[in-house]
């Protein structure tokens, strides 16, 4: 079973950030922070991940609370073909991702 | 860098038969890959874990007699549906394990199952 929790559906509107929110109370203190997204029909595209550090790269920023037990994936300028499912997960490192359900971003004009 | 290839993209074929699907990782060697099943709708299912020059371990529920793993080298894995039935129908995407980039994982872009 999946042992994050994300909101199901987000909207958001063409070049503005989109903020999507993860909860991973479970999380040990070795377990990393993954963010994959899946456009339809199409294998999961690697976003970003992290360990204890706020990250960032050219697709994303990765905020992580200092407890860790949640995280905030942003895209700073959301577009129109970031219209996807979003999966948060955590895992150790080396093992298999477990994905839930995710959260529907819809970006609209 | 860090791309991952499925052979077919997609496959027909009639019940009864087997489909062998193909995983490569093209520019890094991956030592450990993975395999997942989607059905319409639904998120991504782990089915099971293949390590090059070992047995795959599978999944609660996952069946491995019908599904035949065979991870022959540090670039190739294969699946096997066995004797194809009209419910193994289904999107089935392999990920790769890139050690030297911090262990993310890359998936390939799954292949289309249609058993008819």
């Known amino acids: 079973d999946a042992k994050t929790t994300q909101p199901p559906s987000m909207d958001c509107a063409e070049g503005r950030a989109a903020n999507l929110p993860c909860n991973h109370s479970?999380?040990?203190?070795?377990?990393?922070v993954y963010w994959y997204r899946q456009i339809h029909s199409q294998g999961p595209q690697y976003i970003i991940h992290g360990l204890k550090n706020n990250e960032t790269n050219e697709m994303a920023s990765l905020i992580i609370t200092e407890d860790r037990k949640s995280s905030t994936l942003i895209l700073p300028h959301a577009m129109l073909r970031d219209t996807a499912v979003y999966y948060c997960?955590?895992?150790?490192?080396?093992?298999?991702?477990?994905f839930g359900k995710g959260t529907t971003l819809s970006v609209s004009s | 860098g860090a791309v991952v290839s499925q052979h077919p993209s997609w496959v027909i074929c009639k019940s009864g038969t087997s489909v062998k699907i193909e995983c490569r990782s093209l520019?890094?060697?991956?030592?450990?890959m993975f395999w997942y099943r989607q059905f319409p709708k639904q998120s991504l299912m782990l089915m099971a874990t293949?390590?090059?020059?070992?047995?795959?371990?599978?999944e609660q529920g996952v069946e491995k007699d019908k599904f035949l793993i065979n991870h022959a080298s540090l670039t190739l894995s294969t699946l096997t549906v066995t004797s194809a039935h009209p419910e193994d129908s289904s999107f089935y995407i392999c990920?790769?394990?890139?050690?030297?980039?911090?262990?993310?994982?890359?998936f390939g872009p799954g292949t289309r199952l249609t058993v008819l």
């Open positions: 520019d890094f060697q991956a030592t450990t």
């Open positions: 990920s790769a394990l890139q050690g030297l980039r911090g262990n993310e994982q890359f």
């Open positions: 997960m955590f895992n150790q490192a080396g093992t298999a991702l477990i």
């Open positions: 293949s390590n090059e020059g070992s047995k795959a371990t599978y």
């Open positions: 479970t999380i040990s203190g070795n377990e990393y």
